[in-house]
């Protein structure tokens, strides 16, 4: 699984690149794209808020690779770096506002840290 993680990523650059971007905690020289280096930083400790966007969105990355290419071993159209990138977005938005912030406050800042990312 890790092999085959690795080779979807170097085919898409343009995501990780987006990856990388999106990261709340991690600055850009400590960017990677090697799988044994990114399960470190998604076991690492950091605030309630910034371990739920990392994770969220490094599941919703993964998610919107994966159906690409399911896509395209299917026939459909290419999509574009930046419609992808949209999807992934507006995943996450759409989980942030479906969290209930009255029974966790924990969470009361994370769709403003979201929006100060993008």
């Known amino acids: 699984m890790g092999c085959h993680t690795q080779q979807i990523a170097y ?6 690149m987006e990856w990388g971007r999106y ?5 850009l020289q ?7 280096d990114i399960i470190p930083l998604l076991t690492k400790k950091r605030s309630k808020v910034d371990m739920f966007l990392f994770r969220y969105v490094f599941q919703a990355v993964l998610y919107a690779i994966w159906k690409e290419r399911n896509g395209r071993r299917f026939g459909e159209d290419q999509n574009h770096a930046s419609g992808i990138i949209k999807l992934v977005d507006k995943q996450v938005r759409n ?14 800042g994370v769709m403003a ?4 990312l993008r």
Do not use: A, G, Q
């Not at 989980?95 to 009361?108: A, G, L, P, V």
């Open 95 to 108: 989980r942030i506002s479906s969290m209930d912030h009255r029974c966790n406050s924990d969470y009361k």
């Open 11 to 16: 085919r898409r650059p343009p995501l990780t």
């Open 30 to 36: 400590n960017y990677t794209n090697v799988w044994e």
């Open 113 to 116: 840290t979201w929006f100060s």
């Open 23 to 27: 990261d709340p905690v991690c600055t």
